[in-house]
């Protein structure tokens, strides 16, 4: 029996064509080439996109790496951190490679840069993760119409740490307990 795969796209040709600078623009991206949004399938459409994902252990705090090894991008993604820690850190990675690759080729991010404040490019990095994994239509949809209040729901609906939900809350404006 024969199955059809979804599109993919090379580092050389399309999406660069696309002109992907905003998380809108990925999304809209990833919806007219069948992927899932809600929740984003956020691996598969980074692999279509020609980057290669290696689950690895790294040192430390270190959540994931991404880094153009000659012509090719690789995100190198820390196994040891939970499915959703893994989610947000594909969609961080995704963040440099449309915002930063013109200025760097090489990125290492730590888990929430544990007492450190953020560097523009990795506020911009956060930023970006959030508005994929958790679109801000998707979000007020969720609270308003569907009426999840409770952070392990919403958790739940958008395959992300509580912690990711808390803060995307908070920037949307929303209010309540543990926020």
Sequence with gaps: MGMIRKKTFSNNTSIQEQ???????????????????????????TKSLGIEVRFEELKGDIS??????DDKWVMRVNKKHPHRRRRYTIAHELGHY???RHQE???EDVIFFRGL???????QANEFASEILMPESEFAKAIDDDGITSIEELSDRFKVSSMAIRVRAKQLGYAGHGL
């Design 98 to 100: 449309f915002l930063h």
């Design 19 to 45: 002109d992907i600078d905003s998380a809108k623009k990925l999304l809209d991206f990833a919806e007219k080439n069948g992927f899932k949004c809600c929740p984003l399938e956020v691996e598969e459409l």
């Design 117 to 123: 404040e953020p560097t523009r490019t990795e506020w």
């Design 105 to 107: 080729s090489y990125f």
């Design 64 to 69: 994931g790496i991404l880094q153009k090894n």
